[in-house]
């Protein structure tokens, strides 16, 4: 009985291995609902939050916030937001310490990590006013 039940659970769609690369299913899962901050460097680098229907928002931290959707596009998570016509492509691990993302799946470019709980919110200011 325990033999068939441990079955079944392996057969469950769960996280993928550490090193292996989140499918969208998998990414959905993680991130939706949730803000995440992210780090570059041993610094801040951004913060996003994931909403329902793969939708995002993303800051540099400026409170200048930039509405998009998300898309799994040959093993890779692609962003479109309002302001740029060009995808930016990611592959995403789970670590035991969070996410990981590598910027086109290129382990020579940017590669940013899930920061811890920092207590903090994000900011999205409203667009400039100007007279």
Not at 92 to 98: N, R, S
Not at 127 to 131: M, N, R, S
């Given at each position: ?5 441990l079955l ?16 969208g ?5 993680y ?7 992210y ?12 909403l329902?229907?793969?939708r995002?928002?993303?800051s540099?931290?400026d409170?200048?916030?930039?509405e998009g ?5 040959a093993g ?11 995808p930016?492509c990611?592959s ?7 996410l ?7 382990p ?10 920092i207590?903090e ?5 409203g ?5």
């Open positions: 009985m325990l033999t068939i039940l079944g659970l392996t057969a469950l769609p769960g996280p993928a291995a550490a090193g292996e690369p989140l499918n299913e998998q990414f959905d899962r991130t939706q609902g949730r803000t995440l901050f780090g570059f460097g041993g610094a801040m680098y951004g913060v996003e939050r994931y329902p229907g793969r995002v928002i993303w540099f931290l409170g200048k916030c930039q959707s998300w898309y799994e596009d890779q998570i692609c962003f479109l937001y309002q302001d740029r016509d060009d930016q990611w995403f691990e789970l670590t035991p310490d969070g990981t993302a590598r910027f086109e799946n290129d020579a470019a940017t590669e940013l990590y899930e920061a811890e709980e207590g919110e994000m900011l999205c200011y667009p400039d006013v100007g007279v």
